[in-house]
């Protein structure tokens, strides 16, 4: 069993919609959740960054963690087109080097 | 400018040959790593470096070497490509917030 997984998709919504990208993880020690987006041809950038249980929200995008049920989550409201890419879920111990998701594939339909 | 940069972009290599992939950046940051990218498996670490002197083997070490030249430079050799290496390469670095990690554009690396 991997540490994180995450459904790879591809998911295909269209323009406004909310979406909802998930992990789960069986590592109870990771403090750490982080959402990256990574757009074709670029390198992957920071979007949400969380410590332990709660909700976070930037603008659009919120990130949910429930470490009861090792599941974290990140919706986007009002999604645009803009939001196509792959998203990837990563997670951390302490110093302790990240784990990341497989990523999933999302395009924003106009 | 870029804070973290790639060289090179693009690579096409043949089975046996000795490949570096080379990473700079001007963010100052102690900590480097490089992950490989493969379609479904997501970003796997194959090295990282806390600092100059203190370098780490990840998951996926085998075939690789690296070096770290300096604060701002890390080096990923493959010192005889295998088909199996086609991959995309990313190099990273976090600060005092080290689980914020900066990647690079990545290296697309093509062993025939």
């Known amino acids: 069993q991997k540490e994180v997984e995450q459904d790879p998709g591809p998911l295909s919504v269209p323009e406004g919609a909310i979406v909802s990208l998930n992990c789960t993880y069986s590592?109870?020690?990771?403090?750490?959740f982080m959402w990256y987006r990574q757009y074709s041809r670029k390198g992957p950038e920071l979007l949400m960054y969380?410590?332990?249980?709660g909700n976070k929200e930037d603008g659009r995008f919120t990130a949910q963690v429930d470490k009861s049920s090792k599941y974290i989550s990140l919706f986007i409201r009002d999604s645009q087109p803009s939001d196509s890419a792959t998203y990837l879920c990563?997670?951390?111990?302490?110093?302790?080097?990240?784990?990341f998701g497989q990523g999933t594939r999302l395009t924003i339909n106009p | 400018d870029a804070d973290v940069t790639q060289t090179p972009r693009n690579r096409i290599t043949k089975t046996g040959k000795r490949i570096m992939l080379e990473c700079s950046q001007t963010?100052?940051?102690?900590?480097m790593y490089w992950y490989r990218q493969d379609p479904g498996l997501g970003l796997r670490l194959i090295y990282y470096?806390?600092?100059?002197?203190?370098?780490n083997k990840g998951e996926i070490s085998d075939g690789y070497s690296v070096s770290r030249q300096a604060q701002a430079k890390f080096s990923l050799s493959l010192e005889s490509a295998i088909p199996n290496q086609t991959a995309l390469y990313f190099c990273a670095t976090s600060g005092d917030r080290y689980n914020e990690q900066f990647f690079g554009p990545g290296t697309r690396l093509t062993v025939l």
């Open positions: 990563a997670m951390g111990q302490g110093a302790q080097k990240l784990v």
């Open positions: 963010k100052g940051h102690d900590r």
């Open positions: 590592n109870s020690a990771f403090q750490y």
């Open positions: 969380t410590y332990s249980s």
């Open positions: 470096s806390f600092d100059v002197k203190d370098i």
